[in-house]
């Protein structure tokens, strides 16, 4: 196939993908957020070298169940036989997360893991984040519908170093829970140690 069928076959695809997704998130606000995440990070994966459209693709899928009531995320996931932690049972808007990658494998055939992975670590991320995991997580942390203080830098870091902006923006998290008295979820206090963990030994 010439090269600009390809690329015009690529966007149409692309196309198809973003009805779909605005119709199943149902809210222009939520959607325009998706937008952000998507482009951004395809952005930062054309910047560190891994594949734009997987991370696209992450993007364009990662709040799928984001508008979904307590309820409505308890339910789907018992439904499905998902296991679900003491803090999940706690806060059950972080299981969007989760549930969003398995809307993903359902309604929208996705069949690569590290999509799906980046997709279901993109709120309380992890210890062991790969690179798309890293790029998905900051892409939604930073795109440019959010609006506080520190964005433009975090996101200006994100270019030059991605563990650098990841310590940063879980850092940045971190304070904000903590200033209003609130839990911060085992596996993103486990995600900054290791970064950490990893910088210092990298400095030593
Ligand atoms: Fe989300
Ligand atoms: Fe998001």
Same mark, same amino acid.
């Given at each position: 196939?010439?090269?600009?069928?390809?690329?015009?076959?690529?966007?149409?695809? #692309?196309?198809?993908?973003?009805?779909?997704?605005?119709?199943?998130?149902?809210?222009?606000?939520?959607?325009?957020? /998706?937008?952000?995440?998507?482009?951004?990070?395809?952005?930062?994966?054309?910047?560190?070298?891994?594949?734009?459209?997987?991370?696209?693709?992450?993007?364009? *899928?990662?709040?799928?169940?984001?508008?979904?009531?307590?309820?409505?995320?308890?339910?789907?996931?018992?439904?499905? &036989?998902?296991?679900?932690?003491? #803090?999940?049972?706690?806060?059950?808007?972080?299981?969007?997360?989760?549930?969003?990658?398995?809307?993903?494998?359902?309604? #929208?055939?996705?069949?690569?893991?590290?999509?799906?992975?980046?997709?279901?670590?993109?709120?309380?991320?992890?210890?062991?984040?790969?690179?798309?995991?890293?790029?998905?997580? *900051?892409?939604?942390?930073?795109?440019?519908?959010? /609006?506080?203080?520190?964005?433009?830098?975090?996101?200006?870091?994100? #270019?030059?170093? *991605?563990?650098? &902006?990841?310590?940063?923006?879980?850092? @940045? @998290?971190?304070?904000?829970?903590?200033?209003?008295?609130?839990?911060?979820?085992?596996?993103?206090?486990?995600?900054? @140690?290791?970064?950490?963990?990893?910088?210092?030994?990298?400095?030593?």
């Amino acid at each position: 196939m010439p090269r600009s069928n390809a690329i015009g076959s690529e966007h149409a695809r #692309f196309v198809t993908l973003a009805r779909a997704v605005r119709e199943a998130i149902g809210q222009d606000h939520r959607y325009a957020h /998706t937008l952000g995440v998507a482009r951004l990070a395809a952005r930062l994966a054309r910047r560190h070298d891994e594949d734009p459209a997987r991370a696209r693709l992450a993007g364009m *899928l990662h709040d799928l169940a984001r508008l979904y009531s307590s309820e409505r995320l308890l339910a789907e996931c018992a439904a499905r &036989a998902m296991a679900i932690d003491a #803090f999940e049972a706690r806060h059950p808007i972080v299981l969007h997360a989760r549930l969003g990658a398995e809307l993903a494998r359902e309604r #929208f055939g996705v069949i690569d893991d590290g999509v799906l992975q980046a997709i279901a670590r993109h709120t309380v991320a992890a210890p062991d984040m790969t690179r798309l995991d890293t790029i998905v997580y *900051l892409a939604d942390a930073l795109e440019p519908g959010r /609006t506080y203080a520190e964005r433009e830098t975090f996101e200006a870091l994100a #270019f030059v170093d *991605l563990d650098a &902006a990841m310590v940063a923006v879980l850092r @940045s @998290s971190l304070d904000y829970l903590a200033k209003r008295d609130l839990e911060a979820a085992p596996q993103t206090l486990a995600a900054l @140690s290791t970064l950490e963990l990893r910088r210092s030994r990298r400095s030593a």
